[in-house]
């Protein structure tokens, strides 16, 4: 059986995780780990040591990072350095486009479904939902939307397991999804 971790920015990114890594892969041909940090600065810090001290072998490593506002390509270089730095350059790092929001801003079927607040989805082909990435507060958008039904951890944990896998509104959402399909071998 393969290993694949997954190292995570915040909590809500492991909560969202939990639920949806088990709809990704066959029954079986993957065990998952989710190891979640406190925030941006805990994740760089600890990276390096994490996978330079990462003992099983033949594990697969994936980085997940909010963008907010910083440059994305900056951003992602500067990850992808750390994992060189820890002799992992095989590393799959992404960048979620401004934040975990923007991709449940993509899929508000998944949102209407996982929080139960009835007629979400009709609003999915309005300009703000289209391309969610571009939006600069997605998490502000949400709470909006929902009329403050949205919460971080028990949202996150919610929409996964309805989350659509071939969803393409949200860039950063399809990149997440075809790059671990790439490292799995489930995509040539």
Same mark, same amino acid.
């Given at each position: ?13 492991? $909560? ?16 998952? %780990? ?22 099983? *072998? /033949?594990?697969?490593? +994936? +980085?997940?990072?909010? %963008? ?15 994992? =060189?730095?820890?002799?992992? *350059? =095989?590393?799959?790092?992404?960048? +979620? ?14 949102? =209407?479904?996982?929080? =139960?607040? /009835?007629?979400?989805?009709?609003? %999915? ?10 939006? %600069? ?11 403050g039904k949205y919460q971080k951890?028990?949202?996150?944990? $919610? ?11 949200? $860039? ?7 790059? +671990? ?6 995509? $040539?």
């Amino acid at each position: 059986m393969k290993y694949i971790v997954f190292f995570l920015e915040e909590r809500s990114a492991k $909560a969202l995780l939990d639920n949806l890594l088990p709809r990704l892969f066959p029954p079986d041909a993957f065990s998952c %780990q989710c190891i979640p940090f406190e925030g941006k600065s805990n994740l760089q810090k600890q990276l390096p040591k994490k996978l330079r001290g990462w003992l099983m *072998p /033949d594990t697969l490593f +994936v +980085v997940l990072h909010d %963008q907010d506002s910083m440059d994305c390509a900056t951003l992602k270089t500067r990850l992808a350095r750390l994992c =060189e730095e820890a002799n992992k *350059p =095989e590393t799959l790092v992404r960048i +979620v486009c401004r934040e975990l929001e923007s991709w449940y801003l993509a899929d508000l079927h998944a949102v =209407e479904k996982g929080l =139960e607040v /009835d007629g979400l989805s009709k609003h %999915q082909n309005a300009s703000l939902y289209r391309a969610p990435d571009k939006q %600069q507060h997605p998490a502000k958008m949400l709470q909006h939307l929902t009329r403050g039904k949205y919460q971080k951890m028990a949202g996150s944990r $919610a929409m996964g397991p309805h989350l659509d896998l071939n969803n393409t509104r949200s $860039a950063s959402f399809r990149n997440f999804i075809t790059g +671990v399909r790439r490292i799995s071998g489930l995509l $040539a």
